[in-house]
């Protein structure tokens, strides 16, 4: 290597690390907005690119929950993807200057498919949105609610996750604002309905202010307890139970599920799925890295119970669940990073139940030019996958 070529090396990997630097502290809380609650999340210090506190004998990709070999019950062996172009794109009138829709989450009820998601307006305003439609192919032409027009959500509201709770015959919208929060309602269709938003945790637990926050919550079910994921963006995947009669309330301190020395690996946007006809759940886990290229994609575990131990799926940029190097493109490849979705599930309960032989995946991603200097500028869009 010549002199020259070393120093443009050297170059480029401090601006890789100034721009994951960038995207690591601005995942955890717009600037323009704070949280809505004395639990907010704590002080977000600059990353140099060095490994996580506390975790510098850790190898990549090490987990504290993690058994040794893969299993694939229920799942197809070989991953592979087509994509639609964007299908649901952030769309302003005069109150909202929309740049961005994200973080989707979907069922299906009453032969419609709902969606909430994320919105970004421009100067990093967060909110969420909803819409409704029959068809995926209606979706470019339903028309966005804008949540801040329901009392209590005009405010930094993201990361939506919907599902109905059985044992109190009641929706649930689970969403950051800061802490985790939820509201309630009767019928998810009625975006105007939701009950004032609430919070899980009376105060922020010592383990989430002494390591950097928590964002991107995921409520699932089995039979005994309802179990609250949740990510840090600094390499922590974090798990807290409660009795399934005290849901929403009596959460147990939040335990480290798994953790990796390289904060991007094991990044943010957790899904935890049960797998219909088995006795397996499947965790993914949104991540970054060399091998795929700092391009979003997504990592997968399964494991017996929603208490671990965790067994690796699918674990490089080069192999991913769903990323750029198994995604096909219907037309144009539009985006190069799956980031942020969820899968389409096979009912719309508690328990989060999917077919491993009938995968679709509603995700984010943003056309390659795009200027990714500012996180929240970003103009995401979704799109969805099918399993080919």
Same mark, same amino acid.
Not at 145 to 158: I, L, S
Not at 213 to 221: M, S
Not at 283 to 305: H, K, M, P, Q, V
């Given at each position: 290597? #010549?002199?020259?070529?070393?120093?443009?090396?050297? =170059?480029?990997? $401090? !601006?890789?690390? +100034? @721009?994951?630097?960038?995207?690591?502290?601005?995942?955890?809380?717009?600037?323009?907005?704070?949280?809505?609650?004395?639990?907010?999340?704590?002080?977000?210090?600059?990353?140099?690119?060095?490994?996580?506190?506390?975790?510098?004998?850790?190898p990549?990709?090490?987990?504290?929950?993690?058994?040794?070999?893969?299993?694939?019950?229920?799942?197809?062996?070989?991953?592979s993807? #087509?994509?639609?172009?964007?299908?649901?794109?952030? =769309?302003?009138? $005069? !109150?909202?200057? +929309? @740049?961005?829709?994200?973080?989707?989450?979907?069922?299906?009820?009453?032969?419609?498919?709902?969606?909430?998601?994320?919105?970004?307006?421009?100067?990093?305003?967060?909110?969420?949105v909803?819409?409704?439609?029959?068809?995926?192919?209606?979706?470019?032409?339903?028309?966005?609610?804008?949540?801040?027009?329901?009392?209590?959500?005009?405010?930094?509201?993201?990361?939506?996750?919907?599902?109905?709770?059985t044992?109190?015959?009641?929706?649930?919208?689970?969403?950051?604002?800061?802490?985790?929060?939820?509201?309630?309602?009767?019928d998810?269709?009625?975006?105007?309905?939701?009950?004032?938003?609430?919070?899980?945790?009376?105060?922020?637990?010592?383990?989430?202010?002494?390591?950097?926050?928590?964002?991107?919550?995921?409520?699932?079910?089995?039979?005994?307890?309802?179990?609250?994921?949740?990510?840090?963006?600094?390499?922590?995947?974090?798990?807290?139970?409660?009795?399934?009669?005290?849901?929403?309330?009596?959460?147990?301190?939040?335990?480290?599920?798994?953790?990796?020395?390289?904060?991007?690996r094991?990044?943010?946007?957790?899904?935890?799925?049960?797998?219909?006809?088995?006795?397996?759940?499947l965790?993914?886990?949104?991540?970054?890295?060399?091998?795929?290229?700092?391009?979003?994609?997504?990592?997968?575990?399964?494991?017996?119970?929603l208490?671990g131990?965790?067994?690796?799926?699918?674990?490089?940029g080069?192999?991913?669940?769903?990323?750029?190097?198994?995604?096909?493109f219907?037309?144009?490849?539009w985006?190069?990073?799956?980031?942020?979705?969820?899968?389409?599930?096979?009912?719309?309960?508690?328990?989060?139940?999917?077919?491993?032989?009938?995968?679709?995946?509603?995700?984010?991603?943003?056309?390659?030019?795009?200027?990714?200097?500012?996180?929240?500028?970003?103009?995401?869009?979704?799109?969805?996958?099918?399993?080919r």
């Open positions: 290597m #010549t002199a020259m070529a070393s120093v443009r090396l050297s =170059v480029a990997k $401090a !601006a890789v690390v +100034l @721009v994951l630097s960038t995207v690591l502290c601005s995942c955890l809380r717009p600037p323009s907005q704070g949280p809505t609650s004395a639990a907010s999340l704590a002080a977000v210090p600059a990353r140099d690119g060095a490994a996580l506190a506390g975790t510098a004998a850790l990549s990709t090490l987990a504290a929950n993690l058994a040794a070999a893969p299993a694939t019950a229920g799942l197809p062996a070989n991953l993807w #087509t994509s639609t172009g964007p299908l649901i794109i952030p =769309v302003s009138d $005069a !109150a909202h200057d +929309l @740049v961005a829709v994200k973080d989707p989450t979907v069922v299906r009820f009453h032969d419609r498919w709902h969606v909430y998601a994320s919105s970004v307006a421009r100067g990093g305003i967060y909110g969420m909803y819409l409704s439609f029959a068809d995926w192919s209606e979706a470019s032409q339903a028309s966005l609610y804008y949540m801040d027009k329901t009392p209590g959500f005009n405010t930094y509201v993201a990361a939506p996750q919907l599902f109905y709770f044992p109190q015959r009641k929706w649930y919208l689970v969403f950051q604002s800061g802490p985790p929060m939820f509201s309630t309602a009767d998810p269709s009625d975006p105007t309905k939701w009950t004032q938003p609430s919070a899980f945790f009376a105060k922020t637990p010592a383990i989430v202010e002494q390591n950097g926050g928590w964002l991107d919550f995921w409520v699932i079910c089995d039979s005994q307890s309802c179990h609250l994921f949740f990510s840090n963006d600094r390499g922590r995947w974090y798990k807290s139970k409660t009795p399934i009669a005290k849901f929403p309330y009596g959460f147990s301190d939040p335990v480290v599920v798994m953790q990796d020395s390289e904060a991007g094991l990044f943010e946007a957790c899904n935890v799925y049960k797998i219909n006809e088995t006795n397996k759940y965790a993914l886990i949104e991540a970054f890295d060399a091998s795929s290229n700092w391009r979003r994609y997504f990592r997968s575990w399964t494991s017996d119970s208490e131990p965790w067994t690796p799926l699918q674990e490089s080069a192999s991913p669940f769903a990323g750029k190097h198994n995604v096909t219907a037309g144009t490849a985006s190069d990073d799956i980031s942020h979705g969820e899968l389409i599930r096979a009912g719309h309960d508690e328990t989060m139940a999917i077919d491993g032989s009938r995968l679709q995946y509603l995700y984010q991603g943003f056309v390659p030019s795009a200027n990714t200097s500012n996180y929240n500028a970003i103009p995401w869009q979704l799109g969805l996958l099918t399993l």
